[in-house]
């Protein structure tokens, strides 16, 4: 049987492996396994049978003991071996050892369904090991007997039918479209399943059409739920397809609406930009989902329903956050960056937002989400949005999501002589300090030059309440830009991967050049710098500045600087 279900699974590698003929004439049994678009690592197999266990930066070495009754060295670890994502890289070995060592582990972990494993009952993590465990089975059932299949079954219904229970508690967003993605997978891969496909496929689609707004973002307005959410809602469709089934119209409007927001987010340099809880860009998975975009065309400009702006013009790029806070309920990850924008010149990342880290975020969940970790106007240190800070709520809402913030955010774009002029504001600060945030932004035709003027105005016929009235704006840096401040104190010149010689300047104020972190990197939190202009707005309540790439930045000017025998700059 072993040596006919190999053969079985390598005629549809392609896609979703049909399973029927491994146990015909089984009521209960799984017909296919849908495809798992995540990229593999055979070499990893190794590091599994050896007894190692590496996620998120950390190393579990078993000794002879069962993986799953070790001490796990952080939540985001047992969330990564909970979920039995890591099978991929043992299928992808496709060697006796691998099968059989991947047998043995799903055997330990459906043989204890009592261990005390909070994180493993979590909705996400859940969903996560049901899709595991459906898209892996001719990985772990290929060698395997009737005995262990109907053991594998067994336990494999059993999370099926808890994470049917959890339906009542699960967070809104991205985890409850986890769990109904699940629920239909399981519902299309295991037989006799007619009435759960009916349920699961209308509960997908109504939270689909809730979830995705019409220009394609996400209703939390985080960049990566859009990967999260693709990865798996892509090999849905095709597992539709595989059963002859026609796929919900929800589904095939939320991927074709999803897909050129991948494209919009989109650096230069194939980076997300980095707001509302986006982290590192797994490029791995970005160039996977882009694979399957039949567009490929230019990005859109206008995001009006998620609210984000992106103004391209030569080899720039500027996105800009233009959105009021995510609905509380699915904002515990967003973030107090309204008007932040991020700037990139080909390639190379010139000014970001801090991000998030894809490991540790608890470490640095206030620091990242509050305003000053974004590249924008910050009143008197505080953030334009106001977080849940008590204790005690927190743990109540599972979180801390946003209690207030901007409330009416416009934003208008216009193409002039010049170029392409964005004018955006924010009324984040009105309540408390009694003062709007206006953001005027202007892009030159050939991309060389961004003009922005930051403004605080009161509200017409109001006051600026209170004495504190320091503000400061902040463009941090990507680590890769090595900045210098000009020996006038009005400007900083920036150096990047390629060469090229950025100039910041704001002739009227005094710049600083001040440490900062960059938490997005893929190695973990990087140090950078970050520009800050500080005023206080009983005195100057508008700064003017400009970042313009400098004539001496390409390559056929060099004989020119040497030539007035100017230094090469340090890289």
Known sequence: MGRFARNAMARASGGSVALSRLWPGRTDRLIIAPHDLRTADATRAAEVYAGRFVFAGKIVTCHGRSVFDLEPPSEDWEVNLLGFGWLRHLRAADTAITRA?????????????????????????????????LSQAPLVLGDTDGKFYRRYLRGLTREIRFLRYTMLDIPDGVPRLQVLIALC???????????????????????????????????SRNPGALIELLIDLLPLRQTFAARNIAPPPA????????MPMLRFFRHGDGSFALFNGMSGTPSDLLATLLAYDDTHGTPMVNMPHTGYQRLDAGAMTVIIDTGAPPPANV???????????????????????CGMPATGRDNWRVFARGTPAHSTLTWHGTS?????????????????????GPANVESFREAVTNGMLLTTSH?????????????????????????????????????????DTDYAVRFHLHPSVKASRLSDARGVMLVLPNRDVWTFEALDD??????????????????????VIR?????????????????????????????????????
């Open 101 to 133: 060592n991947a047998r043995s582990l799903v055997d330990d972990w459906i043989s204890n369904p009592h261990r005390k494993r909070p994180i493993g009952r979590r909705a996400d993590v859940l969903a996560r090991r049901v899709i595991s465990l």
């Open 185 to 219: 997978y399981a519902s299309l891969c295991l037989a006799n399943q007619a009435r759960h496909i009916r349920t699961a496929t209308r509960k997908l689609s109504d939270e689909l059409q809730r979830q995705i707004l019409p220009d394609g973002g996400h209703i």
């Open 251 to 258: 589904l095939l409007n939320a991927i074709d609406r999803m």
């Open 331 to 353: 904002s515990h990850d967003a973030h107090a960056g309204c008007l932040s924008f991020e700037l990139s010149s080909g390639p190379s990342r010139i000014v970001t937002n």
């Open 384 to 404: 334009s949005c106001q977080f849940v800070e008590l204790s005690a709520m927190k743990r109540l809402l599972q979180g801390s999501p946003i209690v207030s």
């Open 427 to 467: 009324d984040g600060y009105l309540a408390k300090f009694g003062v709007i945030h206006q953001r005027v932004l202007m892009v030159s035709h050939d991309g060389t030059r961004l003009d922005g003027e930051d403004t605080l105005n009161p509200a017409p016929g109001g006051r600026i309440k209170g004495s």
């Open 510 to 531: 005094k710049v600083e050049l001040e440490d900062s972190v960059f938490l997005a990197g893929n190695d973990g939190p990087r140090r950078t710098a970050q520009i």
């Open 535 to 571: 005023q206080d707005s009983r005195q100057v309540s508008s700064i003017r500045w400009s970042f313009v790439r400098s004539s001496t930045s390409a390559s056929a000017t060099t004989a020119k600087r040497n030539a007035r025998r100017e230094p090469e700059l340090p890289l």
